[in-house]
């Protein structure tokens, strides 16, 4: 008996060997490095826009100017708790500042922190991991013309087991995977590829729709064979619609219908965007119209899912 429990004890210390060493952070790699390059803050702007950064981290109901200062502090409630995004402004003490091209590179793809922590995936870093390194680079550099704010966020409000960060490392294994989520579909013409990759790069990438409208399974991954197919509010109020082909909100759209609805906020019969969609739309507004059009495409090509409110 005492052997037995010798023998149980040492297999579970090796399994948790080997658990804190696949749990670990991981970093880019020199390849990922290399592809970094100084940014424009013109070009940054765009990105800037289309990541939807002031949603999360300017304050709450901030109009004009007040979208630049991000300094964090929202309450974002989910069925694991309550996450507060951080300050990401440029205070050197309580944001983001100090950080190098390279720390904020890690943070986006890989939700790792300079110190080397797992960032929780309330931070969309598994739709940013598909970002470009121009884009990535682009996007800090617009970062850095903007104003500083000073004073940290809260922490999160997290119960056991969900505060353990290490154990996001395992996450990451099971669910970022910067590879596309949806293929090219057959038959497209080159000018129909490009739309189509660009509408799949912005949507799946920089976007990061399908943080929101793909329904998540028991560890709060996404399900990717219901990709973009509507979900329950993480705040347990409402459903957050299917944007497929067949979702019964847009199945009658046209391409052309999407597009107007993302420029304007207004569907085709006149009802107007609401609830936390009013954020998206605004900043997909400041897009180029090609960009509008190329999200639009991708939508339409999109596998269908069944809606179940149908």
């Known amino acids: 008996m005492r052997k037995v429990l010798i023998v149980l004890v040492l297999l579970a210390g090796l399994a948790g060997l080997v658990a804190w060493i696949l749990s670990a952070p991981t970093r880019m790699g020199a390849g990922e490095l290399a592809a970094l390059k100084p940014g424009d ?10 990541g939807g950064c002031s949603a999360c981290h300017a304050a709450k109901g901030a109009e004009g100017e007040g979208k630049f200062r ?7 409630k989910t069925p694991f708790g309550v996450f507060v995004p951080p300050n990401i402004s440029t205070s050197q003490r309580d944001g983001i500042g100090a950080w190098s091209l390279a720390d ?11 110190d080397g922590r797992n960032y929780y995936p309330a931070f969309p870093y598994t739709s ?21 704010v000073e004073g940290k ?16 490392g395992l996450w990451k294994r099971l669910y970022l995977d910067p590879a596309p989520v ?11 590829l490009a739309l189509f990759d660009r509408g799949r790069y912005l949507v799946e990438g920089p976007g990061h729709c399908g943080e929101c409208h793909t329904t998540r399974d ?8 219901a990709w973009l197919g509507g979900a329950a509010a993480p705040d347990g109020e409402g459903r957050i619609p299917n944007i497929t082909p067949t979702g019964k909100d847009i199945a009658t759209w046209s391409a052309a219908d999407i597009a107007y609805y993302l420029e304007s906020g207004f569907t085709p019969d006149y009802d ?20 509008r059009e190329a999200i639009a495409a991708y939508l339409k090509a999109v596998p269908p899912v069944a809606d179940p409110a149908r």
Not at 41 to 50: L, M, T, Y
Not at 128 to 148: C, H, I, N, V
Not at 218 to 225: I, S
Request: glycine fraction near 16%; avoid cysteine; proline fraction near 8%.
């Open 70 to 76: 991000l300094g964090g502090g929202l309450r974002l």
């Open 272 to 291: 107007t965007v609401g609830g936390d969609m009013v954020h998206v739309q605004e900043n997909i507004a400041r897009l180029p119209a090609s960009d």
């Open 182 to 192: 949806v293929a090219r579909p057959d038959g497209l013409v080159e000018a129909g």
């Open 153 to 168: 966020a809260p922490g999160h409000d997290l119960g056991f087991p969900f505060n353990f960060r290490r154990g996001l």
């Open 41 to 50: 803050p013109v070009r940054g702007e765009q990105v800037f826009w289309a």
């Open 104 to 114: 904020f590179a890690n943070a986006l793809t890989h939700g790792t922190s300079p």
């Open 128 to 148: 940013y991991a598909r970002m470009s390194g121009q884009d990535l680079g682009d996007l800090f550099a617009f970062l850095k013309t903007l104003p500083a």
């Open 218 to 225: 028991a560890f709060g991954g996404p399900v990717l064979t």
